[in-house]
């Protein structure tokens, strides 16, 4: 079993910058950022190959989002710059640590294990 912690998030203002920690306490194939809000689907907005380094991102957030990996600390990192109130969310840290076949990665049953999420509210 695989805990994972998440920790960096806040209430900021329009325009500005948070970093999203996730602590994995083992290793993993792929480690993702997801974001909910009430009454929506779980949205994959990051992922990164612990391998290979390869990284993936939502289309609403390519451009102004940067994921991250430390393999030595299992860590992984989720820079969230020029922050809008449509970000606002409960972002959760995402492992998949055994092959979840052949989902892309933003599929929440893609992966196996879910940290307890962290708020990140933006206003206007």
């Known amino acids: 079993q695989v805990r994972l912690q998440e920790s960096g998030g806040g209430s900021v203002q329009a325009g500005e910058s948070l970093r999203l920690s996730c602590v994995a306490s083992g290793r993993a194939i792929v480690m993702a950022w997801f974001r909910q809000t009430p009454g929506e689907e779980r949205e994959g907005v990051a992922a990164?190959?612990?391998?290979?380094?390869?990284?993936y991102y939502a289309d609403s957030v390519a451009d102004r989002f940067a994921i991250s990996l430390e393999n030595d600390k299992n860590t992984i990192y989720l820079q969230m710059n020029n922050l809008k109130p449509e970000d606002t969310a409960m972002y959760y840290c995402?492992?998949?640590?055994?092959?979840?076949?052949?989902?892309?990665?933003?599929?929440?049953?893609?992966?196996?294990?879910w940290g307890q999420g962290t708020q990140v509210t933006v206003s206007s």
């Open positions: 995402a492992a998949e640590v055994k092959d979840g076949g052949p989902l892309k990665w933003h599929f929440p049953r893609r992966y196996d294990h």
């Open positions: 990164i190959y612990t391998g290979g380094g390869h990284t």
